[in-house]
């Protein structure tokens, strides 16, 4: 970071005159800004006068992109480039799911069982053992034993490529420092940006299917390998490093038996991950033909089936769990010593896996038996049904969901779009920036200007400011829900451990399946998509607030309580003041997940952004698709810099 | 560093040699793009792409069970929407799309442009795109079914979402739809609402019918919905070959559709029994209505109630098996 625009860290290079200056100018940094805003605006307008973009301004691309789009299904299959290149990307992708495809139905379903439940006990023990050999086989009691297995094949192949790609970038920003700094920003920047907005430009390329699906889960599963790599290579111990190098090994070795070793907590943490973040894109990639659970999702919301889909839902949730917990668990047991038997055990896990999967195989059941089924989505569709009859309107004194969604709609969503977009678009760049710089620094600020400025070139900024307005909503009642559910929740520890798990699942569930309950629940349009983002965000603000307020130095506390302060005294002025970190990094993680979905809020009605990222797909529309798809980006972009506390660059930095 | 940039550069070249070595060397056929799921246990597999809508999962379900049951194949299903189903047939992703509404554009391009993709013949169901008002609500004011009407009921209409004017809803961006220009050419004080998908849409009407709401929808025929809620279609300016040309200056109503199969050409060629199967698949609206309401109301697997309705269709399914 080249920190010398902000006042606070040019101190030391200083000299003595300007340090005076800029601790002047740190000191009564908002009353400045305040001022200069104020002075900005009335030269605004004055000269600028109001509306919105200025059509002048706006560089439409669809154009070039309709021809370009065009260019690519003509050619596609004569082209060399698609010959030569992307043709044999696009299949190896496809023989690599195909062969670990076969070679799960080879296991059959009591190899597989037997081997996840192996491979948890050797690396996490007995009990996350039983856990996985439990999880499997809900999938195929809940009759979803094939499509588990086709997503559980592409996941593999697409954990595989990203840790490898991740791996390769973290070890070029790890050990080059010029790398490092280009590739910083951008891996930042890909972690913000709405899963939605990668599946446009793949599906260009490589037309609908699985290896689009796998492609573009790998382009959003490779950045946080790529991060904590990099982060893991630079954290190294330097008196370890001082050690080794006058040891005399060469840099292959350094890196192989030091730098690598010492960065292995960080890297399977970057695994972890990555599988997380490969999951929750199976789920969104089935829009583009990934097949397995996702799709069994997909169709099932087709039908307004809420039971069906919970039915594939719960195998994708079930999936992220073991999987976190195993990983998990393994990056705990990194630090004890390797036992001794060790060899043995792994052995022991081949031998008995083989066993059980010739035994079925003998036996000729390979597929999960069709009598063991169970069938959840009769009951979950009667429980839907008797929610949406008796809630959805009225009912008495409160008014029913629609009520309240109309309401809501008209109330709050209605003046806020109309506002910001009676807004001058300058005066919106302006109070962008301002915010920003409040929070963060000149670079986040200008960062997030640009990003503004971007969105109004490319044409669509009424539609984007829109969708602002749904991301401003459901942040606000986001955080209010979060804050008053995280604090109770760090203050009781009964409610916190209740919370828990609940807030566990829904964090891992699809994105998708939360929007046909809310149709249900508030009709279609923007408040259903409000909906959907509040309930999705919710958890990870409530979890970083619990966690804020829970860190609270015990000290301060133990000495405000013998101050003689009320528990309501000791929460607003000792607890939330010193959690002010935490919380503000909760608004920042509520902003990107609310952003996410509010983009797939398209899918019910929310209109603006999200709606013409969907018409893109949909109708193959390059132009419409792409362009909504980078506004969707910038936006997010603009979003994640003005709420970016700077405390958190810190955080990242640490070992750098 | 710099030797580990030559490591890092050779990883990269052996990644390379190993990806053509797995491929085979040469060009990759971006035409023979088979799903890797497919002919696993070594079955013969046959790919359909299923659209949003249950109508399409109905003809699909049936197939399939066919397929599965009296001619041995295994059937793969990937949902798609409309236009990018064309291009997945094209590039072998999938074998056949068993129900289009119509795209002239891609027709020509991959047709008879490109010749990867050859007609399956008729549906044998007929499909019908208007818009719809619910019949209890038609029945009060009976003048609403002309569309010179429908200004009046503008302000019944109007709901958060259209600000100030009727809402007229429209469902997935995937369908084909001139309503917008509908809208304003005929100076219709309405505003086009989508819904986003389908399931959005059938929710909301579903909800709206339960309260004995009026509402004015984009809807199709044959559709399940309509045994479910009963809805009138509104009149609009009468249908005149090429009066749909422009799309900006459309004032006419929707066309009928005669419902069409379409085939992968390679498929359609070396597809056997199954592609033999697929070409003969002919139905009629009301069985195919008759499977879409055991899926979608009765909340049959779509499995389920292929099998119902096979049992009880012999004499039709008969016909169309490879003789």
Known sequence: MTATVTPASARPSSPAAARGVLRVFAGHRGRLLCAGTAVALVLGAVFLGGGGWPASLVADPSGPLDRAGDWIVDNRDGHPLFLYFLGHISNAVVVSVRAVYLALLALGWAGVTAAAGLVAWRVAGVRLALTSVAAIAVCGLLGMWVPTLQTLALMVVAVAASVLLGGLLGLTAGLSDRMGRILRPVLDTMQVLPAFAYLLPVVLVFGIGVPAAVLATVVYAAPPMARLTALGLRGADAGVMEAVASLGATGRQRLLTARLPLARKELLLGLSQSIMMALGMAVIASVIGAGGLGDRVYQALASVDVGAALAAGVPIVLLAVVLDRVTGAAGERLGAAPARRAGTGWAVALVVTAVVAGAGRLSGRLSWPDGWTVDIAEPVNGAVDWMTAHLYSGVPLVGGTADWAARFTTWVLNPLRDGLQWLPWWAVLLTVGALALLIGTWRTATTAVLAMAAIGALGVWDPALDTLSQVLAAVAVTLVLGFALGVAAARSTRLGRVLRPVLDVFQTLPQFVYLIPVVALFGVGRAPAVAAAVVYALPAVVRITAQGVLAVDPAALESSRSLGATGRQQLFQVQLPLARPALLLAVNQGVVLVLAVVVIGGLVGGGALGYDAVFGLAQGDLATGLVAGAAIVCLGLALDRVTQPTERRDLARKGA | ?323
């Open chain 2, 1 to 323: 560093m710099a030797r580990t940039r030559l490591a890092l550069g050779g990883s990269a070249l052996a990644a390379a040699v190993a990806l053509t070595a797995l491929t085979g060397c040469g060009a990759a056929d971006m035409t023979r793009q088979a799903s890797p799921y497919a002919d696993a246990k070594d079955s013969r597999t046959v790919t359909l792409s299923v659209q949003s809508w249950v109508g399409a999962q109905a003809n699909v379900a049936v197939a399939r069970y066919l397929l599965e049951h009296e001619l041995g194949y295994r059937v793969d299903t990937v949902q798609i929407d409309e236009v990018p189903a064309w291009d997945a047939l094209s590039q072998g992703r999938v074998d056949a799309i068993l129900e289009d509404w119509g795209h002239p554009d891609q027709e020509k391009r991959y047709i008879d442009g490109k010749g990867t993709i050859t007609r399956g013949g008729d549906l044998g169901v007929t499909g019908h795109i208007g818009w719809f008002v619910p019949t209890y609500f038609a029945e009060e004011h009976p003048d609403v079914t002309e569309w010179k009407n429908l200004n009046k009921y503008a302000d019944d209409l109007r709901t958060a979402e259209s600000g100030g004017k009727g809402q007229l809803l429209d469902g997935s961006p995937s369908y084909v739809t001139n309503d917008k220009a509908l809208v304003d050419n005929l100076g219709l004080d309405y505003q086009v609402v989508f819904a986003g998908s389908e399931a959005a849409q059938i929710t909301q009407i579903k909800q709206l019918a339960k309260e004995k709401k009026p509402f004015l929808s984009y809807w199709y025929k044959p559709q399940w919905l309509f045994e479910k809620v009963p809805m009138t279609e509104v009149r609009l300016p009468a249908y005149e070959e090429g009066c749909d040309a422009e799309p900006e200056k459309v004032a006419c109503a929707y066309p009928h559709t005669p419902l069409q199969k379409f085939l992968n050409s390679r498929f359609a060629d070396g597809g056997g029994d199954a592609a033999a199967f697929l070409k003969r698949f002919r139905w009629t609206t009301g069985m195919q209505n008759d499977v879409a309401l055991m899926i979608a109301e009765q909340k049959l697997s779509p499995e389920e109630a292929a099998s119902r309705w096979v049992k009880e269709n012999e004499a039709t399914w008969r016909k169309w098996l490879p003789s």
